[in-house]
């Protein structure tokens, strides 16, 4: 089938580290380089692409579990809007181009360390992960209940808890000439519609190397 808009996403998750209490972002700070890369490096990616462009950016800022859900929801919130105004700065989008979101406390993301963990009172900590307590009183029921999972949980889980999750849209325009199509299966197949894979196969012999190596790209590109 034809397809009409051809929109695509790219998503990860930065690990942007900020001192305690504060929601400035320095680039130098810890690894902050290495994980403000990951963002930039996805948006040039998509910018530098002139078959591509890009739609819309939405960040979701999370922290951790640890101290007053208050000062979690500052911060979440803080830290979402300072990662905003960096990529802002970086790339001078419109305003409202960038969305964004955010969550105080990442209880789904320890609920799932805590699932695949091997720690003593795993099934207690779930239960109470997953209770209808204030968040504020689960911690504190993990915390002074399971004093050495929870140091655990501390060093090894909590540091993930605080991330920021990415997603970016863009649209990629069409191709209908064979010629083109072919090479941008060689460069780019990732930009090809299952539509566009089908026009260059009618080109091909069936059964011959470069019909098989391109069923073998659709695939790839398309598993489902």
């Known amino acids: 089938e034809h397809e009409v808009v ?5 998503s990860g998750s930065a690990f942007v580290d900020f001192p305690v209490s504060q929601t400035v972002i320095y680039p130098d700070y810890r690894d902050n380089r290495a994980e403000l890369a990951k963002i930039t490096g996805t948006i040039d990616a998509v910018v530098n ?8 950016i939405f960040i979701k800022g999370y922290a951790s579990p640890e101290s007053p859900y208050s000062n979690n929801t500052r911060l979440a919130k803080g830290r979402t809007e300072a990662l905003k105004v960096y990529v802002e700065n970086m790339y001078h989008f419109g305003e409202g181009f960038i969305k964004t979101d955010y969550e105080p406390e990442d209880w789904a993301g320890l609920a799932r360390y805590v699932e695949t963990s091997t720690l003593a009172h795993k099934e207690d900590i779930l239960a109470t992960i997953h209770s209808d307590r204030d968040p504020d009183t689960k911690e504190w029921i993990i915390k002074s209940t399971w004093e050495d999972e929870y140091r655990f949980l501390l060093d090894n889980c909590y540091p993930a808890l605080r991330h920021s999750d990415y997603v970016i849209e863009y649209e990629i325009r069409s191709y209908s000439s064979p010629v083109e199509i072919e090479q941008i299966l060689r460069t780019a197949p990732q930009n090809l519609s299952l539509e566009e894979f089908y026009i260059l196969a009618q080109t091909y ?7 098989n190596e391109l069923f073998e790209t659709a695939v790839r590109m398309y598993p489902n």
């Open 205 to 211: 012999e069936p059964g011959s190397d470069k019909f």
């Open 6 to 10: 051809k929109t695509r996403q790219i």
């Open 49 to 56: 692409d002139k078959d591509v462009s890009i739609k819309s």
